[in-house]
């Protein structure tokens, strides 16, 4: 089973606003997959279908080879999730509320210092929930998404209120998770993390994949080229916009934007050679994934 | 399921609150305990007359046997069902409430779906507590009830007999509670939050016991009596009084009961049972029914 997360066509209507829409997702076994969107984009009702706690409109979700609307429990089983905040009981401590999951999950208590360990809460295990920082509680809500072993790790802003160093294990852990077989779906608003671990992303707005694919390959995408000239920029520009592959070309101050396949740097080289237009500078833009974001999800 | 329920008995049994309404619930028996035992012994004395057809010196022998065994035992059933409706009201709509405003029901959805086995459960756990909460309060009525009777020279010990009859009046004392904490339990699932489940369940409390709003309608006889008797209060009275009458007590005399109105028992269990099934049944639909997660 290649897909670890397959949805179709899912879709989720709350009245009249249609939170998600005709969601066509595949998410592979072993890859750390972003999800990216702004705010109220729909991604935690994304998660909450994916979970079996939010029941889709239309459409499927199918998780680890079942679908989650007829036979959520036995996914589940194999699936951690550290959803929006981490929600835990004030009145516990770290190590009770574990405690109440691993009972929930049929699973002994031994494992419980285990995962504590692992996220480095073990010093504070007896301390009670409501006394913890915000970067402890992602950790108490890290180590619950890892207590059942889970195949597939579904996180919500998993770095979020953690300090520079505390980001920095995590995201490492991450990586250790992905290397170790497990798949990782990142749900996060800090796009250069999403950057650094992710293999694939998808971008939602308004419930609606906008743009999805290998994290390089997106960046790639868009305006794909810089070019400078040393002669007249205008000609230039003229030529370019005449040549019917390449999607656009914008100038931006004495530099002109390429929306054009990268491998095909060369043949733009010869165009402009055969109008006398020497070429000063062409490589391939370096978008972030931020400035990506902000164009695709700009309205 | 047996781990569901060791996860909700953990929540419930570390929870400082349940603990905090024991402790005032317990203060508040010692209290009627010691209220009954000072209205016993003073009685004549004071000429206190609860209003009811009974002579005076009957009703005064009724408050002495509230506060001596095996009538002690009545007296702590008759708070259990009374008081204890309130403190059992709170504590299921704390319960579940709060797995909303903590957003930890989504925590445990998102590990073990059946929601179904979630409610169950968590009301197994506060019945089980509940059952743990009247053990408790039993041995401190029978402590109070001890030194009370250590005042007046002796204390009546209970027979074995007495003893034996304590586990059916726990479970008639529970089956009592049961309607409410289940009528509790849907207000809460129905809002998802801990006050509407609170506001709910007290609401229907005050209504049927404090106001008596439904006890009107016996007074118009005939069709409005039989439909008094369907409701949750009448049938919950005839077990009441059943659990006072086990231990020799006879409410009748101190309050305006008419014995010979109340439902048969066998017919009480039967309509508190639908009862409980309705409210049981509703709450589990609304559960399994609603998505747990918002938009976003």
């Not at chain 2, 007296?75 to 579940?96: D, E, R, T, Y």
Request: glycine fraction near 8%.
């Amino acid at each position: 089973m290649d897909a670890v997360i397959l949805t179709e066509g899912l879709t989720k209507r709350f009245g009249e606003r249609e939170a998600v829409a005709d969601l066509n997702l595949k998410v592979h076994a072993g890859e750390i997959f972003g999800f990216l969107g702004p705010n109220g984009a729909g991604k935690s009702t994304t998660i909450g279908m994916l979970l079996g706690l939010v029941r889709p409109t239309a459409g499927r979700a199918i998780v680890l080879g079942y679908d989650m609307q007829l036979q959520p429990a036995p996914a589940l089983k194999s699936v951690g999730a550290m959803i929006e905040v981490p929600a835990f009981y004030p009145y516990l401590s770290a190590r009770d509320n574990l405690r109440v999951l691993a009972r929930v999950s049929g699973l002994p208590d031994a494992r419980v210092d285990a995962v504590l360990k692992m996220v480095e809460l073990h010093d504070r295990a007896r301390d009670p929930f409501k006394s913890f920082s915000q970067g402890m509680r992602q950790r108490l809500g890290l180590a619950a998404a890892l207590l059942h072993e889970p195949q597939l790790i579904l996180l919500d802003e998993p770095t979020n209120g953690l300090d520079p160093a505390g980001q920095h294990e995590i995201r490492a852990l991450i990586r250790t998770l992905a290397q170790s077989g497990h798949t990782i779906f990142l749900s996060s608003h800090m796009l250069s993390e999403v950057e650094q671990l992710c293999d694939r992303v998808a971008i939602l707005k308004a419930g609606r994949v906008i743009a999805e694919g290998n994290v390089a390959e997106l960046l790639r995408r868009g305006r794909g080229l810089l070019l400078r000239v040393a002669g007249d920029a205008a000609v230039a520009l003229e030529v370019l916009r005449a040549t019917p592959w390449i999607a656009a070309v914008e100038q931006q101050g004495d530099a002109l934007l390429l929306d054009a396949p990268a491998e095909r740097a060369a043949e733009i080289s010869m165009l402009l050679a055969a109008k006398q237009i020497a070429v000063a500078e062409l490589r391939t833009n370096e978008t972030r994934l931020e400035d990506f974001f902000l164009e695709v999800t700009k309205s | 399921m047996l781990q569901l329920f060791r996860a909700e008995w953990l929540k419930l049994t570390k929870r400082p609150m349940t603990w905090i309404l024991l402790a005032i619930f317990l203060a508040l028996l010692v209290l009627q305990l010691a209220s009954q035992f000072f209205i016993a012994h003073l009685a004549s004395a004071l000429g206190v007359d609860s209003g009811t057809s009974a002579p005076l010196e009957v009703q005064q022998a009724e408050w002495l046997r509230r506060t001596s065994f095996p009538g002690l035992f009545g007296s702590v059933f008759s708070h259990i069902n009374g008081l204890g409706a309130i403190f059992a009201v709170i504590m299921a709509a704390g319960s579940l409430g709060s797995e909303y405003s903590w957003g930890t029901l989504r925590t445990h959805l998102a590990r073990n779906p059946n929601r179904t086995s979630f409610f169950l459960a968590k009301l197994l756990a506060l019945l089980a507590l509940l059952v743990v909460g009247m053990v408790i309060s039993l041995l401190v009525g029978s402590v109070v009830g001890m030194l009370l009777g250590l005042l007046v020279g002796g204390v009546n010990w209970p027979s074995l007999g007495d003893l034996a009859l304590l586990p059916l009046a726990i479970l008639r004392a529970l089956y009592v509670l049961l309607p409410y904490v289940l009528l509790t339990l849907c207000f809460t699932v129905l809002g998802r939050s801990l006050l509407v489940g609170v506001a709910g369940g007290l609401l229907y409390l005050v209504a049927d016991i404090g106001f008596g709003t439904l006890a009107t309608l016996q007074m118009l006889g005939g069709l409005w009596q039989q439909i008094y008797n369907l409701t949750i209060q009448q049938n919950i009275n005839t077990l009441v009084v059943q659990n006072s009458h086990a231990f020799g007590l006879r409410p009748e005399l101190l309050t305006p009961l008419d014995l010979a109105s109340m439902p048969a028992p066998w017919l009480a269990v039967l309509i508190i049972a639908v009862y409980c099934v309705s409210f049981l049944a509703t709450a589990i639909y609304l559960l399994r029914k609603r998505d747990v997660a918002g938009a976003g």
